[in-house]
Structures are given as structure tokens and as C-alpha cells.
């Protein structure tokens, strides 16, 4: 199966700061890898897919890039509901997850 | 709009059998593949498999053995049954859509119930 690695684990921001998220795969998945938003106690939510869509509906400060096996999420000018942690996903052959990176407030 | 709701099991014991239903409303459960992940709690997030409505499916190898699942159109819904569950399988279970094929991005989410494994 095909391992996703997201750095950091754990990052720690401000409002209004610019934050990027890296996602690894372990072999080469074109452009088929979407991105999640997660608050606690509710079900992922798609912001980004097949790398740098933007899903309707989210904000534009969300973006992604990459291709190939290195991908990145940036959120500009980060907002108090941002706060979040993040998955990327998958989806050249059966989808597998990154261990999720966490947003904080520093 | 879509919308997905798991029902819920809440406790199930060691070596039982684990049975969700996911209900769709808002779109016919023929237009999608249908896809159940998994969570365990303060972990990330495992995907499980899918269905589409002819009844075709594609698990996860390391749940396959001990997993079905299974669709009614006429009650706009799918099913999942995991057997022989142990304390691993204690986790939040999403039901969601794959928007055109199995293997996609995963939009909508049902909120999520909490299965729990113990005697």
C-alpha cells in the first residue's frame, strides 16, 4: 500500500500567519491526493482535490500544490477558525491517510 | 443537499459482529460509490472499503477477511458487518461518498458514530 507522511506533526501559529503543510507519498500518485480539515468531535471536511482544486465553498486562502510524491497545503493569512488538524489523502490505488498535522495557537 | 447518517451500535463485544447503516438523502444512492473510514480515537483516519450499487466492492486488505458490505437502493441505503472484532476496532465510523469511483476524494460525511469493543 502506498504510506503517506505529512510534516509537521504539530504546528504552532498565529493569526494572520501564512502556514504550510507537507504530504509524502511513498510512490509516485500523480495529482490524485485531496486534503481535510478535522475539528474535534466532527467527521473531515474536503477543502483541496486532485491536488490544488479547491473544493466550492472553501475559502481561497486554502491552496495546494505538488504532484508526483510531494505535495503542500498552504493556508494564507490564518484565521481563528483554522485551527484545525489536517489530512491528506490518496487516491491512486486504495486510499490511505497522512497521520494528520495539528494546528495550534501559539 | 447530500447527506449521510450512521446509525448506532454504541457497544459491541469482543468476537461479535459489528453492524452499521449508513442512510443517504438528498441524491439516489445509484449516482455514487459509497465508502466507509474509520477512525480510532485520538488517531488518524483508516479507510475501509466501498460499494457501489450494482453491489461491487473493494476492501481493505487487512479488513477483508472479516468485512462485507452491502447496499438497498430501494431504502437508500449500505451496510457494513465486521466480524470477530477485538478492542482494535473501537473507533468513530464514517460513512461518506466517493464522488465518481472508488478510489476519490470522500465528499460528504455522515458525522460519525462511536463503536466501541469491550465486554
Known amino acids: ?3 503517506m507522511t505529512q510534516s509537521p506533526s504539530t504546528l504552532s501559529a498565529s493569526v494572520g500567519d501564512t502556514v504550510t503543510i507537507t504530504c509524502r507519498a511513498s510512490q509516485n500518485i500523480n495529482s490524485w491526493l485531496a486534503w481535510y480539515q478535522q475539528k474535534p468531535g466532527k467527521a473531515p471536511n474536503l477543502l483541496i482535490y486532485k491536488a490544488s482544486s479547491l473544493e466550492s465553498g472553501v475559502p481561497s486562502r486554502f491552496s495546494g500544490s505538488g504532484s508526483g510524491t510531494e505535495f503542500t497545503l498552504t493556508i494564507s493569512s490564518l484565521q481563528p477558525d483554522d485551527f484545525a488538524t489536517y489530512y491528506c489523502q490518496q487516491y491512486n490505488s486504495y486510499p490511505t491517510f497522512g497521520q494528520g498535522t ?3 495557537i501559539k | 443537499q447530500v447527506q449521510l447518517h450512521e446509525s448506532v451500535p454504541g457497544l ?3 468476537s461479535e459482529t459489528l453492524s452499521l447503516t449508513c442512510t443517504v438523502s438528498g441524491v439516489s444512492i445509484t ?3 459509497w465508502t466507509w473510514v474509520r ?3 485520538g488517531k488518524g483516519l483508516e479507510w475501509i472499503g466501498y460499494i457501489y450499487y450494482t453491489g461491487s466492492t473493494t476492501y481493505n486488505p487487512s479488513l477483508r477477511s472479516r468485512l462485507s ?5 430501494s431504502k437508500n441505503q449500505f451496510s457494513l458487518k465486521l466480524t470477530s472484532v477485538t478492542a482494535a476496532d473501537t473507533a468513530v465510523y464514517y460513512c461518506t461518498r466517493s464522488i465518481s469511483g472508488g478510489f476519490n476524494y470522500l465528499d460528504p460525511w455522515g458525522q460519525g458514530t462511536l463503536v466501541t469493543v469491550s465486554s
Open chain 1, 1 to 3: 500500500d502506498i504510506q
Open chain 2, 31 to 33: 449516482s455514487s460509490y
Open chain 2, 69 to 73: 458490505i452491502s447496499i438497498d437502493t
Open chain 2, 39 to 41: 477512525q480510532p480515537p
Open chain 2, 12 to 14: 459491541v463485544k469482543p
Open chain 1, 102 to 104: 495539528k494546528v495550534e
